[in-house]
Protein backbone atom coordinates (compact mmCIF):
# COMPACT_ATOMS: atom_id res chain seq x y z
CA UNK A 1 0.00 0.00 0.00
CA UNK A 2 1.57 3.31 -0.80
CA UNK A 3 2.40 5.71 1.66
CA UNK A 4 0.15 9.29 1.52
CA UNK A 5 3.35 11.09 1.29
CA UNK A 6 3.62 8.89 -2.10
CA UNK A 7 0.36 10.23 -3.38
CA UNK A 8 -1.20 13.85 -4.01
CA UNK A 9 -3.51 12.84 -1.38
CA UNK A 10 -1.34 14.50 1.08
CA UNK A 11 -3.09 17.64 1.89
CA UNK A 12 -6.41 15.48 2.82
CA UNK A 13 -4.24 13.14 5.03
CA UNK A 14 -1.55 16.10 6.81
CA UNK A 15 -2.51 18.21 9.46
CA UNK A 16 -2.61 20.96 7.36
CA UNK A 17 -3.32 21.76 3.59
CA UNK A 18 -0.20 22.68 3.07
CA UNK A 19 2.75 20.50 4.57
CA UNK A 20 5.40 22.31 2.75
CA UNK A 21 4.85 25.88 3.57
CA UNK A 22 4.77 24.54 6.99
CA UNK A 23 7.74 23.10 6.95
CA UNK A 24 5.78 19.32 7.93
CA UNK A 25 6.87 18.23 4.14
CA UNK A 26 10.60 18.81 2.70
CA UNK A 27 10.45 21.34 -0.04
CA UNK A 28 11.07 18.93 -2.91
CA UNK A 29 14.77 18.52 -4.37
CA UNK A 30 15.09 19.56 -8.18
CA UNK A 31 15.27 16.55 -10.52
CA UNK A 32 18.47 15.79 -12.65
CA UNK A 33 18.23 17.13 -15.83
CA UNK A 34 18.23 14.05 -18.73
CA UNK A 35 18.37 14.61 -22.89
CA UNK A 36 15.22 16.23 -24.14
CA UNK A 37 13.68 15.15 -27.07
CA UNK A 38 15.34 17.92 -29.49
CA UNK A 39 18.48 17.65 -28.01
CA UNK A 40 18.19 13.27 -28.98
CA UNK A 41 16.95 14.53 -32.57
CA UNK A 42 19.88 16.80 -33.10
CA UNK A 43 22.61 13.99 -31.82
CA UNK A 44 20.67 11.57 -33.83
CA UNK A 45 20.81 13.70 -37.05
CA UNK A 46 23.99 14.57 -36.84
CA UNK A 47 25.34 11.22 -36.79
CA UNK A 48 23.69 9.93 -39.01
CA UNK A 49 24.65 12.79 -41.51
CA UNK A 50 28.17 12.27 -40.31
CA UNK A 51 28.03 8.66 -41.40
CA UNK A 52 26.49 9.43 -45.02
CA UNK A 53 29.10 11.63 -45.30
CA UNK A 54 32.21 9.88 -44.11
CA UNK A 55 33.37 9.00 -47.65
CA UNK A 56 33.27 12.70 -48.99
CA UNK A 57 34.58 14.02 -45.91
CA UNK A 58 37.72 11.60 -46.03
CA UNK A 59 37.93 12.27 -49.74
CA UNK A 60 38.67 15.84 -49.02
CA UNK A 61 40.98 15.36 -46.00
CA UNK A 62 43.19 13.52 -47.78
CA UNK A 63 44.97 16.20 -49.10
CA UNK A 64 44.16 18.47 -46.55
CA UNK A 65 47.32 19.75 -43.97
CA UNK A 66 47.21 18.99 -40.37
CA UNK A 67 45.88 22.45 -39.60
CA UNK A 68 43.32 22.11 -41.76
CA UNK A 69 42.38 18.67 -40.74
CA UNK A 70 41.91 20.04 -37.12
CA UNK A 71 39.74 22.91 -38.85
CA UNK A 72 37.59 20.58 -40.30
CA UNK A 73 37.27 18.02 -37.54
CA UNK A 74 37.27 20.26 -34.17
CA UNK A 75 36.61 24.22 -35.11
CA UNK A 76 33.79 24.37 -37.89
CA UNK A 77 31.70 21.85 -35.81
CA UNK A 78 31.83 24.68 -33.01
CA UNK A 79 31.42 27.41 -34.58
CA UNK A 80 28.03 25.24 -36.51
CA UNK A 81 26.90 24.99 -33.45
CA UNK A 82 27.42 28.80 -32.34
CA UNK A 83 25.68 30.00 -35.33
CA UNK A 84 22.86 27.66 -34.94
CA UNK A 85 22.23 28.97 -31.53
CA UNK A 86 23.06 32.48 -32.69
CA UNK A 87 20.81 32.77 -35.44
CA UNK A 88 17.99 31.85 -34.12
CA UNK A 89 18.90 34.51 -31.13
CA UNK A 90 18.74 36.92 -33.70
CA UNK A 91 15.58 35.75 -35.50
CA UNK A 92 13.35 36.12 -32.26
CA UNK A 93 14.72 39.36 -31.62
CA UNK A 94 14.00 40.83 -35.44
CA UNK A 95 10.72 39.14 -34.81
CA UNK A 96 9.74 40.88 -31.62
CA UNK A 97 10.91 44.20 -32.87
CA UNK A 98 8.70 43.88 -35.63
CA UNK A 99 5.48 43.06 -33.79
CA UNK A 100 6.00 45.84 -31.45
CA UNK A 101 8.13 44.07 -28.15
CA UNK A 102 11.46 45.13 -26.89
CA UNK A 103 14.49 43.57 -24.56
CA UNK A 104 13.59 43.47 -20.78
CA UNK A 105 16.63 45.05 -18.53
CA UNK A 106 18.35 42.05 -17.00
CA UNK A 107 18.08 41.47 -13.32
CA UNK A 108 20.63 43.35 -11.20
CA UNK A 109 20.77 43.86 -7.53
CA UNK A 110 20.13 47.58 -7.88
CA UNK A 111 17.59 47.27 -10.78
CA UNK A 112 14.16 48.83 -9.72
CA UNK A 113 12.35 47.08 -12.72
CA UNK A 114 9.20 45.07 -11.55
CA UNK A 115 11.01 41.90 -12.57
CA UNK A 116 13.90 42.22 -9.68
CA UNK A 117 11.19 43.93 -7.20
CA UNK A 118 8.73 41.50 -7.57
CA UNK A 119 10.52 38.56 -9.11
CA UNK A 120 8.79 37.68 -12.15
CA UNK A 121 10.70 36.56 -14.75
CA UNK A 122 9.71 38.01 -17.90
CA UNK A 123 8.85 36.44 -20.72
CA UNK A 124 11.38 34.58 -22.96
CA UNK A 125 12.26 33.83 -26.76
CA UNK A 126 15.14 31.56 -26.39
CA UNK A 127 17.30 33.33 -23.60
CA UNK A 128 15.77 36.81 -24.62
CA UNK A 129 13.84 38.58 -21.96
CA UNK A 130 10.94 40.55 -23.89
CA UNK A 131 8.30 43.04 -22.40
CA UNK A 132 5.93 45.24 -24.58
CA UNK A 133 3.54 47.83 -23.62
CA UNK A 134 0.61 46.86 -26.34
CA UNK A 135 -1.46 44.44 -25.37
CA UNK A 136 -3.75 44.20 -28.51
CA UNK A 137 -3.45 40.95 -30.99
CA UNK A 138 -0.89 39.23 -28.31
CA UNK A 139 -1.44 36.24 -29.09
CA UNK A 140 -1.06 36.92 -32.88
CA UNK A 141 2.53 38.61 -32.32
CA UNK A 142 3.62 36.15 -29.59
CA UNK A 143 3.32 33.34 -32.89
CA UNK A 144 5.82 35.81 -35.05
CA UNK A 145 8.06 35.79 -32.34
CA UNK A 146 8.60 31.79 -31.51
CA UNK A 147 8.03 31.09 -35.12
CA UNK A 148 10.63 33.86 -35.56
CA UNK A 149 13.83 31.74 -34.44
CA UNK A 150 13.38 28.72 -36.25
CA UNK A 151 12.30 30.60 -39.56
CA UNK A 152 15.88 32.09 -39.45
CA UNK A 153 17.62 29.43 -38.75
CA UNK A 154 16.29 27.62 -42.06
CA UNK A 155 16.79 31.06 -44.15
CA UNK A 156 20.54 31.07 -43.30
CA UNK A 157 21.05 27.56 -43.87
CA UNK A 158 19.35 27.86 -47.46
CA UNK A 159 21.47 31.11 -47.92
CA UNK A 160 24.46 28.87 -47.23
CA UNK A 161 24.40 26.10 -49.38
CA UNK A 162 22.93 28.56 -52.47
CA UNK A 163 26.22 30.15 -52.23
CA UNK A 164 28.29 26.92 -52.11
CA UNK A 165 26.41 25.42 -54.38
CA UNK A 166 27.28 28.11 -56.98
CA UNK A 167 30.50 28.88 -55.77
CA UNK A 168 33.78 27.97 -57.13
CA UNK A 169 35.40 27.54 -53.90
CA UNK A 170 37.36 24.02 -52.86
CA UNK A 171 35.56 20.61 -51.85
CA UNK A 172 36.98 21.19 -48.29
CA UNK A 173 35.53 25.00 -48.03
CA UNK A 174 32.38 23.61 -49.37
CA UNK A 175 32.31 20.70 -46.75
CA UNK A 176 32.65 24.12 -43.83
CA UNK A 177 29.74 25.51 -45.03
CA UNK A 178 27.65 21.87 -45.43
CA UNK A 179 28.32 21.44 -41.89
CA UNK A 180 27.73 25.19 -41.15
CA UNK A 181 24.04 24.94 -43.03
CA UNK A 182 23.25 20.69 -41.73
CA UNK A 183 23.40 22.14 -37.71
CA UNK A 184 21.41 25.35 -38.46
CA UNK A 185 18.49 23.62 -40.59
CA UNK A 186 18.67 20.61 -37.69
CA UNK A 187 18.88 23.17 -34.74
CA UNK A 188 15.36 25.02 -36.29
CA UNK A 189 13.83 21.67 -36.44
CA UNK A 190 14.42 20.72 -33.01
CA UNK A 191 13.20 24.23 -31.64
CA UNK A 192 9.88 23.16 -33.62
CA UNK A 193 9.43 19.92 -31.70
CA UNK A 194 6.66 20.67 -28.97
CA UNK A 195 8.35 19.88 -25.84
CA UNK A 196 9.27 20.67 -22.24
CA UNK A 197 12.87 21.57 -21.77
CA UNK A 198 15.14 21.04 -18.28
CA UNK A 199 13.72 24.08 -16.55
CA UNK A 200 10.14 23.03 -17.56
CA UNK A 201 10.03 25.55 -20.20
CA UNK A 202 8.14 25.05 -23.68
CA UNK A 203 10.29 25.01 -27.10
CA UNK A 204 9.33 27.22 -29.89
CA UNK A 205 7.41 24.26 -30.95
CA UNK A 206 4.94 23.64 -27.83
CA UNK A 207 4.85 27.54 -27.69
CA UNK A 208 3.45 27.67 -31.29
CA UNK A 209 1.06 24.92 -30.35
CA UNK A 210 -0.28 26.14 -27.81
CA UNK A 211 -0.88 29.98 -29.28
CA UNK A 212 -1.87 27.89 -32.63
CA UNK A 213 -4.75 25.81 -30.53
CA UNK A 214 -5.36 28.93 -28.13
CA UNK A 215 -6.14 26.19 -25.42
CA UNK A 216 -5.53 26.96 -21.73
CA UNK A 217 -1.56 27.34 -21.66
CA UNK A 218 -2.23 30.31 -24.02
CA UNK A 219 -4.68 31.46 -21.91
CA UNK A 220 -2.03 31.18 -18.87
CA UNK A 221 0.62 32.96 -21.30
CA UNK A 222 -1.69 35.90 -22.16
CA UNK A 223 -2.96 36.23 -18.39
CA UNK A 224 0.58 36.16 -17.25
CA UNK A 225 1.82 38.75 -19.58
CA UNK A 226 -1.55 41.07 -18.47
CA UNK A 227 -0.39 40.74 -15.00
CA UNK A 228 3.64 41.72 -15.41
CA UNK A 229 2.05 44.68 -17.82
CA UNK A 230 0.21 45.60 -14.60
CA UNK A 231 2.85 45.53 -12.37
CA UNK A 232 5.50 47.06 -14.67
CA UNK A 233 2.89 50.27 -14.87
CA UNK A 234 2.50 50.67 -11.05
CA UNK A 235 -1.48 48.84 -10.95
CA UNK A 236 -1.86 47.48 -7.44
CA UNK A 237 -2.26 43.80 -7.50
CA UNK A 238 -5.70 44.57 -5.77
CA UNK A 239 -7.29 46.48 -8.71
CA UNK A 240 -6.15 43.32 -11.38
CA UNK A 241 -9.05 41.87 -13.30
CA UNK A 242 -9.69 38.31 -11.24
CA UNK A 243 -10.77 36.54 -14.20
CA UNK A 244 -6.40 36.80 -15.21
CA UNK A 245 -5.78 35.05 -12.41
CA UNK A 246 -8.42 32.47 -13.06
CA UNK A 247 -6.89 32.22 -16.32
CA UNK A 248 -3.18 32.02 -14.98
CA UNK A 249 -3.67 29.57 -12.43
CA UNK A 250 -6.60 27.03 -14.18
CA UNK A 251 -3.61 25.12 -15.47
CA UNK A 252 -1.23 23.95 -13.24
CA UNK A 253 1.49 21.51 -15.16
CA UNK A 254 4.23 22.48 -13.16
CA UNK A 255 5.77 24.19 -15.74
CA UNK A 256 7.93 27.44 -15.91
CA UNK A 257 4.94 29.52 -16.83
CA UNK A 258 2.28 27.95 -14.39
CA UNK A 259 4.87 28.65 -11.14
CA UNK A 260 5.30 32.56 -11.83
CA UNK A 261 1.40 32.38 -12.58
CA UNK A 262 1.62 31.20 -9.14
CA UNK A 263 3.53 33.63 -7.95
CA UNK A 264 1.71 36.80 -9.28
CA UNK A 265 -1.23 35.44 -8.01
CA UNK A 266 0.29 34.94 -4.47
CA UNK A 267 0.92 38.68 -5.23
CA UNK A 268 -2.61 39.27 -5.57
CA UNK A 269 -4.44 37.41 -3.23
CA UNK A 270 -2.35 38.93 -0.35
CA UNK A 271 -2.42 42.28 -0.84
CA UNK A 272 -6.34 41.66 -0.65
CA UNK A 273 -5.61 39.50 2.21
CA UNK A 274 -6.60 36.52 1.14
CA UNK A 275 -4.84 34.31 3.15
CA UNK A 276 -6.96 31.06 2.16
CA UNK A 277 -6.14 31.76 -1.10
CA UNK A 278 -2.48 33.08 -0.77
CA UNK A 279 -1.24 29.91 1.16
CA UNK A 280 -2.62 27.91 -1.54
CA UNK A 281 -0.83 29.80 -4.43
CA UNK A 282 2.09 29.98 -2.47
CA UNK A 283 2.05 26.00 -0.93
CA UNK A 284 1.62 24.76 -5.06
CA UNK A 285 4.63 27.16 -6.25
CA UNK A 286 6.98 25.87 -3.49
CA UNK A 287 6.12 22.07 -4.61
CA UNK A 288 7.96 22.31 -8.43
CA UNK A 289 11.52 23.31 -7.81
CA UNK A 290 12.69 22.19 -11.26
CA UNK A 291 10.15 24.71 -13.16
CA UNK A 292 11.07 27.93 -10.74
CA UNK A 293 13.98 30.37 -11.89
CA UNK A 294 16.23 30.71 -9.72
CA UNK A 295 15.60 34.59 -8.71
CA UNK A 296 12.09 34.05 -8.06
CA UNK A 297 13.42 30.10 -6.23
CA UNK A 298 14.74 32.55 -3.48
CA UNK A 299 12.14 35.29 -3.35
CA UNK A 300 9.38 32.26 -2.60
CA UNK A 301 11.95 30.89 0.42
CA UNK A 302 11.27 34.82 1.63
CA UNK A 303 7.87 35.03 0.98
CA UNK A 304 7.67 31.45 3.06
CA UNK A 305 9.55 33.14 5.72
CA UNK A 306 7.57 36.01 5.73
CA UNK A 307 4.65 34.19 5.95
CA UNK A 308 5.01 32.34 8.39
CA UNK A 309 6.44 34.91 10.58
CA UNK A 310 3.99 37.27 10.35
CA UNK A 311 0.72 35.29 9.35
CA UNK A 312 1.41 32.46 11.66
CA UNK A 313 3.65 33.87 14.63
CA UNK A 314 5.95 31.37 13.86
CA UNK A 315 9.74 32.73 13.92
CA UNK A 316 10.58 28.81 14.05
CA UNK A 317 9.48 28.03 10.81
CA UNK A 318 10.30 31.33 8.94
CA UNK A 319 13.99 30.65 10.47
CA UNK A 320 14.12 27.84 8.22
CA UNK A 321 12.65 29.29 5.28
CA UNK A 322 15.27 32.17 4.95
CA UNK A 323 18.14 29.44 5.49
CA UNK A 324 17.55 27.94 2.53
CA UNK A 325 17.92 31.26 0.76
CA UNK A 326 21.34 31.05 -1.23
CA UNK A 327 23.53 33.57 0.62
CA UNK A 328 23.88 37.26 -1.15
CA UNK A 329 20.92 36.91 -3.29
CA UNK A 330 18.87 38.98 -1.17
CA UNK A 331 19.33 43.03 -1.86
CA UNK A 332 19.12 45.37 0.86
CA UNK A 333 15.15 46.16 1.26
CA UNK A 334 14.48 42.26 1.03
CA UNK A 335 16.47 41.63 4.21
CA UNK A 336 14.99 44.48 5.94
CA UNK A 337 11.95 43.08 5.16
CA UNK A 338 12.49 39.41 6.59
CA UNK A 339 14.54 40.97 9.41
CA UNK A 340 11.12 43.04 10.52
CA UNK A 341 8.79 40.13 10.05
CA UNK A 342 10.94 38.14 12.11
CA UNK A 343 11.42 39.94 14.96
CA UNK A 344 7.42 40.72 15.05
CA UNK A 345 6.97 37.02 15.19
CA UNK A 346 9.83 37.02 18.19
CA UNK A 347 7.14 38.93 19.90
CA UNK A 348 9.21 41.73 19.18
CA UNK A 349 7.04 44.47 18.33
CA UNK A 350 8.58 47.77 18.61
CA UNK A 351 11.80 46.96 17.59
CA UNK A 352 9.95 45.59 14.05
CA UNK A 353 8.30 48.39 13.56
CA UNK A 354 11.46 50.92 14.65
CA UNK A 355 13.19 49.17 11.51
CA UNK A 356 10.24 50.28 9.33
CA UNK A 357 12.39 53.44 8.32
CA UNK A 358 15.58 51.52 7.03
CA UNK A 359 13.08 49.32 4.59
CA UNK A 360 11.36 52.29 3.34
CA UNK A 361 14.72 54.17 3.05
CA UNK A 362 15.99 51.14 1.38
CA UNK A 363 13.18 51.12 -1.01
CA UNK A 364 14.04 55.09 -1.80
CA UNK A 365 17.73 54.27 -3.03
CA UNK A 366 15.71 52.60 -6.22
CA UNK A 367 15.65 54.49 -9.76
CA UNK A 368 12.03 56.26 -9.03
CA UNK A 369 9.26 53.90 -11.27
CA UNK A 370 5.91 53.12 -11.36
CA UNK A 371 7.32 49.60 -9.84
CA UNK A 372 9.21 51.92 -6.58
CA UNK A 373 5.66 53.83 -6.57
CA UNK A 374 4.09 50.07 -5.73
CA UNK A 375 6.21 48.74 -3.74
CA UNK A 376 6.74 51.74 -1.42
CA UNK A 377 2.65 52.06 -1.22
CA UNK A 378 2.26 48.34 0.08
CA UNK A 379 4.98 48.74 2.63
CA UNK A 380 3.64 51.85 3.97
CA UNK A 381 0.05 49.74 3.88
CA UNK A 382 2.10 46.96 6.15
CA UNK A 383 3.06 49.67 8.32
CA UNK A 384 -0.89 50.68 8.91
CA UNK A 385 -1.11 46.76 9.64
CA UNK A 386 1.27 46.84 11.92
CA UNK A 387 0.41 49.82 13.95
CA UNK A 388 -3.29 48.35 13.95
CA UNK A 389 -1.69 44.66 15.47
CA UNK A 390 0.48 46.87 17.62
CA UNK A 391 -2.90 48.09 19.50
CA UNK A 392 -4.25 44.88 19.53
CA UNK A 393 -1.66 43.39 20.80
CA UNK A 394 -1.86 46.05 24.09
CA UNK A 395 -5.29 46.05 24.10
CA UNK A 396 -4.95 42.34 25.08
CA UNK A 397 -2.41 42.55 27.04
CA UNK A 398 -4.12 45.50 29.40
CA UNK A 399 -7.10 43.17 29.04
CA UNK A 400 -5.32 40.41 30.46
CA UNK A 401 -3.53 42.24 33.34
CA UNK A 402 -7.08 43.54 34.15
CA UNK A 403 -8.15 39.58 34.34
CA UNK A 404 -5.89 39.13 36.40
CA UNK A 405 -5.82 41.69 38.90
CA UNK A 406 -9.92 40.97 39.26
CA UNK A 407 -8.89 37.38 39.54
CA UNK A 408 -6.14 37.98 42.34
CA UNK A 409 -8.92 40.56 44.04
CA UNK A 410 -11.75 37.89 44.30
CA UNK A 411 -9.29 35.61 45.53
CA UNK A 412 -8.18 37.80 48.36
CA UNK A 413 -12.15 37.97 49.11
CA UNK A 414 -12.56 34.99 49.68
CA UNK A 415 -9.92 34.07 51.65
CA UNK A 416 -10.50 36.96 53.68
CA UNK A 417 -14.39 35.71 54.19
CA UNK A 418 -13.01 32.20 54.84
CA UNK A 419 -11.00 33.81 57.52
CA UNK A 420 -13.88 35.37 59.11
Same mark, same amino acid.
Given at each position: /????????????????????????? *??? &???? #????????????????? @?????????? *?????????????? @??????????????????????? +???????????????????? +?????????????????? /????????????????? &???????????????????????????????????????? @???????????????????? +??????????????????? @???????????????????????????????????????????????????????????????? %??????????????????????????????????????????????????? %? #??????? %????????????????? *???????? &??????????????????? /???????? %????? *? #?????????
Amino acid at each position: /MALASDTKAVPACSPTSTPILDVLR *AVP &AARP #GKLTASEYFVFSSALIV @LLTALPHLRE *ALVSASPSQQIVAL @LVVPALAVISAWLIQQIGHIVAA +LIVGFRMAPFNTAQDCDPHR +LYACDPLRAGILPLETRK /MHHLRRRLTLIFLGGPL &AGLAFALLLEFCRDWSQASVLIQMRVHTVAAFNVLASLAS @LLPETGHRADFSDGARLVML +LKNDSRAARLLALLQMQRA @LKDGVHPREWDPAWVERATADNDQSRDAVISLWLAYIWASERQDITSATRYLEDALAAPDACPR %ELRDRLYLEAAIFQAWFRDNPSNAHSWAALIHSGRLVSFEQKRLTMAVLWA %E #GKSFDAF %EKLSDYFAALRELPESP *ARALAEKS &ALEWKHQIQSRMLTRAWRS /MYNMSQQV %EASAT *A #GTLVSSHGN
